[in-house]
């Protein structure tokens, strides 16, 4: 996480006070353990990208209650965010088992399965659909699954229904992170459409979250990927040039241009003239 040139932003404060109270000092008596420090620490570390000490602060709490199911589902965010999707797994579960009618830890379970299992992930998002039909996370997530499992049409219905409840609830509570919430499945749509066979209704979504000055590369790596699949690669190409060099854009670009021959390649052999 990046911190702003005023300060640190509020999750790096927490974050750094966390890391010091753990530190201690000889000096000024006992400190206080990971787990006395609450699951406040633990959500400020993984929201800082420092999962290690999250799952230190959340082994510490089931330490003292191992059926506390809110540092279950911290600990199993922690081995998501550290890669350890088996533990990640069994954490998940674990909190299911204690609150079967709670939507986190089939979130975290779907999460864990989109690595290996699309199918699976989707099933599981429909699970908390269920429960909570607007519920916008679980329909963008399954919405990344259908895309996975190749139904792309199912996962664009997903996409525009996340959109629209996100306006709805932007609107209602306008904040940084809605508006990053939307312009997340904004992005997931046009990669969708781009993908499908739509590039040019991809490119008229990407282009002005790409144009954001604070803008990320992925996103406009995406847009770059949806301009050649538009016929557009110089385009693409100029793009791509403002953050790499030039190899890595042609090595990009070419890419792209396979992912079109693999989804299009009518399209393909009509350009080549053949």
Known sequence: MSIPRAGLSRTGFLLLTGLLALAGCATVGPQPDAGHLGLGLADSALAGGAPALALQVSRAVLARDPSNVPALLRRGDAYYQLGDYARAAASYRQA??????????????????????????????????????????ALSDRG??????????????????AIALAEVQLKDDPGEDRNGDLAATQV????????SGQPSEAVRILRPIAGSPDASPRVRQDLAMALTLDDHADEAAHLLLSQMDQNQARAAIAGYEALRAIEHPTRVASNDGS
Do not use: C, K, W
């Open 188 to 195: 997931d749509l046009a990669v969708s459409l781009a993908i």
């Open 96 to 137: 299911q088992v204690l609150q079967p009618r709670d939507v986190a830890p089939l979130m975290g379970l779907g999460r864990v399965a989109l690595a290996t299992d699309p199918a699976e992930a989707g099933a599981r998002f429909s699970e908390v659909l269920a429960m909570e039909p607007s519920n916008q996370a």
């Open 144 to 161: 990344i699954a259908d895309d996975l499992a190749g139904l792309h049409t199912e996962a664009q219905a997903d996409y525009r229904r």
